[in-house]
C-alpha cells in the first residue's frame, strides 16, 4: 500500500514542482506508515533520480524511453494505472501544473478513484480522507471527502514546505508497454532563463501604470535582484506588452507565491481571482483609491518611476547584507 | 463536424461568496449565476465557429437542474443548435464528466469542447476525465485551434510558454483565452434559441460522485494594508515581518 508520486522530467531533470509532489507524497506516507514510490517516465539518469531519495522516496520506478519525453497525457496516464496496480498503490500524488492537470483527471476516470485537484495542504484521516482546497477563484476553501479506495491527490504548486530529509531512493527499471503517442509535439516556445510563473515563489508584477514595454527594464530588474519571476495584467498581455504566459488571473495563471508585488496594477476582480492567495502582497499604485490596496498587505502609494528604482536599489543592499 | 460543447453554470465573478448552515453549504443568496465564462467564451464560440466553417452541428450540453435552462438559452442564442441537460446534481468532476461521457459514447463527436476551469471549482479536470471514459486524446488550456479536415494544430500553454502539437479528431479540448472572441448573442439569436428543444435526460446510474463535500471555509481575512512611505521601509517590513525576502 505505498504511495505512488508522478515525477515529471524536463530535459532529464526532475522538475521542482515534482520535488515538492514527492515531499508532500513523504509527508503523508509518514502518518500513514506507509512509503513512496516515485514514477520516472522518460530520459534520466539514475543519479537524478536517486536524489529523490532526500524528498522521502524509498523507490524510483523508472521508464527510460526517448518517446515519453513527447507528453501524450493518454500514455502517461496509462503507465502511471500500470504503475499504480505494480505497487498496489492506494494514493497518487503529483503536481497541479500542466501536466498535472491532464494526467489526474484522466487517471481518476480510469482507475475509478476519486481525486481533489489542487489540494492545498495534507489529508485528514481521522474521519475519512479529508482533503482541503482553493475553490471560487481564491475566495473561498472546501474539504472534500475522498470516498473511493484509490485516491488521487494533485497538489496547488507552492502550497507544501519542501523539507529535505535526506536519504538515497533505489532505482528501478519499470517495464510496461509503452502505447504509440496520439498527439504530436511540433515545436515548443519557452522563454530563455529566467523562472517560469507557475513555479516562482516570488513575483514581480507590472500593469498599465508602466505607460509601455519600453519600462518593464526596471521590473526584469527587481525580479532579477529577488530571484523572481516577471508577471503582468490582463490589458498589458493582450496589446501584446507582455508575452502570454506571464498574464495572471482569471483567464491567465492562477497562483500562489509567497510574495506577489504588484505595480502599476489597479487590481480588479479577475486580476484577484489569479492572485488573492499570493503569501504576503505588496501593491504599488499611484493611485491611492486603487481597489488592490484593499487585498494588498503593503503599500506604497506613488509613481511607479519613482518608486521602482529606489525600490530596486534597496532590495540590492539587502541581498549585499543578507 | 459534430462537435459537443460543455457548459457548466457558475457564481458570477464579482459575487460575493459566502457560506451558510455551519459553513457546510454554499449559500445561495443573491448570487447572480452565469456560464462559466471559458465554456462561453473560449469553447462555445470556438464550436460555433468551427460549424460555420466546416458545416455540422453544435450540441451543448449541461449536468444541472432547471434553473440551469437560462444558461443553456444563452447558449443557443450564441449559436448551438440543440442542447441536452442531464438533470443531476453536479456533485463533482468525476460525476459530470462520467455523465457527459455516457451520453457522448454512441454519438459520434468529433470534437468535444469544454472551459479550461471552471471559476467555481477550479479544477480543470473535467475534459481530461471525459477523454479518458472515452478512450479520446485531449488537449488543454489550449489558446489556438487550426483544423484542416480531420486534422488539428493545436497551441497550449505550458510552463513559461507555449507548445504546438497536433493530432486528429475525434479528441476533447480545453479551451482557454486566444481560442476565439467572446460573442454577445444577437436579438435573432434568442428568438431561434426559444425555438430550439432542450433535450432533458435522467442521470445514468452506472457513473456515481467519489467525493463528498465536508465544509467550506472563508479565507481569512487580511489585515489592513500598511501603507508605507519609503522603499527602504518596505524592504524591511518584508525582511522582518513578512519574512518573505
Known sequence: ?322 | MNVLVCISKVPDTTSKIQFTDGNSKFDENGVTWIMNPTDEWYALVRGVEIKEAAGGKVTVINVGDSSNDQIIRKALAIGADAAVRIDANPTDAYFVAGQIAEYAKDKNFDIIITGKETIDYNSGVVASMIAEFLDLPHVSVAEKLELNGNSATITREIEGGSEEVSLETPFVLGANKGLAEQRIPNMRGIMMARKKPIDVIPAYDSVNALTATVQYEPPKPREAVKLVGSAQELVDLLHNEAKAI
Open chain 1, 1 to 322: 500500500m505505498s504511495v505512488l508520486v508522478y515525477i515529471e522530467l524536463d530535459g532529464g531533470k526532475i522538475k521542482k514542482s515534482s520535488m515538492e509532489a514527492t515531499a508532500y507524497a513523504a509527508a503523508y506516507a509518514k502518518s500513514a506508515g506507509s512509503s513512496v514510490t516515485a514514477l520516472a517516465l522518460g530520459l534520466a539518469d539514475s543519479a537524478e533520480l536517486a536524489s529523490l531519495g532526500e524528498y522521502g522516496a524509498s523507490k524510483v520506478l523508472h521508464l527510460n524511453n526517448a518517446q515519453l519525453d513527447k507528453f501524450d497525457a493518454q500514455v502517461v496516464t496509462k503507465l502511471i494505472a500500470d504503475a499504480v496496480a505494480a505497487e498496489g498503490a492506494s494514493v497518487v500524488v503529483m503536481s497541479h501544473n500542466y501536466a498535472g492537470k491532464h494526467i489526474s483527471g484522466r487517471l481518476s476516470a480510469r482507475i475509478n478513484a476519486g481525486m481533489v485537484a489542487g489540494a492545498n495542504g495534507l489529508p485528514d484521516t481521522t474521519n475519512g480522507f479529508v482533503v482541503k482546497k482553493g475553490c471560487f477563484s481564491g475566495k473561498g476553501f472546501g474539504y472534500f471527502n475522498i470516498t473511493s479506495d484509490k485516491k488521487i491527490l494533485s497538489i496547488a504548486p507552492n502550497s507544501f514546505t519542501v523539507e529535505k530529509v535526506g536519504g538515497t531512493a533505489s532505482v528501478e527499471a519499470f517495464s510496461a508497454e509503452v502505447p504509440a503517442n496520439k498527439i504530436t509535439v511540433n515545436k515548443q516556445d519557452k522563454m530563455e532563463g529566467g523562472i517560469p510563473l507557475t513555479e516562482a515563489e516570488l513575483v514581480v508584477s507590472a500593469g498599465r501604470g508602466l505607460k509601455g514595454p519600453e519600462n518593464w527594464g526596471m521590473v526584469e530588474d527587481m525580479a532579477g535582484i529577488l530571484g523572481a519571476a516577471t508577471a503582468c495584467s490582463r490589458p498589458v498581455s493582450d496589446i501584446g506588452w507582455r508575452p502570454h504566459h506571464e498574464h495572471v488571473g482569471q483567464t491567465g495563471i492562477a497562483i500562489a507565491p509567497n510574495l506577489y508585488i504588484a505595480i502599476g496594477i489597479s487590481g480588479a476582480i479577475q486580476h484577484l481571482a489569479g492572485v488573492n492567495q499570493s503569501k504576503t502582497i505588496v501593491v504599488i499604485n499611484k493611485d491611492p483609491e486603487a481597489p488592490f490596496f484593499k487585498a494588498a498587505d503593503y503599500g506604497i502609494v506613488g509613481d511607479a518611476f519613482e518608486v521602482i528604482p529606489q525600490l530596486n536599489e534597496a532590495l540590492k543592499n539587502h541581498k549585499a547584507n543578507n
